[in-house]
């Protein structure tokens, strides 16, 4: 008989502890009562029945039966094993081996990894989300995925030596993308928005629209890698439906530290542009907070307006006057 196992390392007083409890050690030789010896090797831990051993099986009663349990605390002994935040635990008959789980070497790695952090875009369009990471020594763009030949066409031309992923990516699998520390997605929100919603009558149901469900394999993509951190960005609305409340729930429960807000960049610091939008980061390293610029911008309407259209320049009219307000009020 073998049997599998995955969890978390405990720990007592600072220091590591390894909690096996199931019906199935009797079935391999590690009976209550018995003796065994626990050997440490690289990134491995390995554990054998002997007849003459310091440590033993225990047990205790629970529905009505005797579970045997295996509880060793001993810095030394497992500390192959204390750098990690999860375990594997393989066990066969008369031999139990203990190793980092596949999540933990990824997590390990991801943490210990130096910047430039490797950086792809998923859904990137013309690349707005990588215009804003290009000029900075911390990241190094690798790859971006994106299903539209004339959004492609414009984001490699940008970014030349990075790879670009032409494709759906429900017909991605993960291992299909280049390595990378840093995961950024703007996910489409024509199912989401109020009035995508209203066009296609996904009233309760925008997961159920022709995109409403890719935040599924975007959440598959973050749990085979997980990145250093991920940054997702929608409509506000995407943040209090279904499918915003399930990619924050699965990615805490995969480990990471979530901090979400809703940034009004025309009333917080004068972009000449009034689309609030919801915004998440997520990192495996607690701490990490939001913090808005609250910066006016210093520009014009000009720059992004045409003062020859009837209704740009009423916009431009209105955010100038907006600008203006807002910077006697700083």
Known sequence: MKFLAFHKLGENRESPRLWIESQRLNSIGFHPGSAFTVETLTNRVRLRPAVLATNHVSSRISAGLRRPIIDIENRLSLAPLAEFAEIRIEAAFRQIDV??????????????????????????????????????PNFRLVAGVEIEPKYADVWQRAHPSATLVQSDIRRLHPSDLPDHEILIASIPCTSHSLLGRAKKSLAGKPELGDSGDLYLTVCEFVAHR?????LFENVPAFASLLAGRSLVHHLRKIGYHVDETILDPFNKWAEPQDRKRWVLIATLEPGFKLQPPGIAYRGTAADFLDATDERDATDAERIAKSIVALRRHN
């Open 226 to 230: 997980l990145p250093l951190a991920c």
């Open 99 to 136: 190793t980092p789980s596949t999540r933990a070497f990824n997590i390990r790695r991801s943490l210990q990894a130096p910047p430039p952090f490797a950086t792809i875009e998923i859904f990137c369009g013309g690349g707005t989300l990588s215009a804003a990471i290009e000029g900075s």
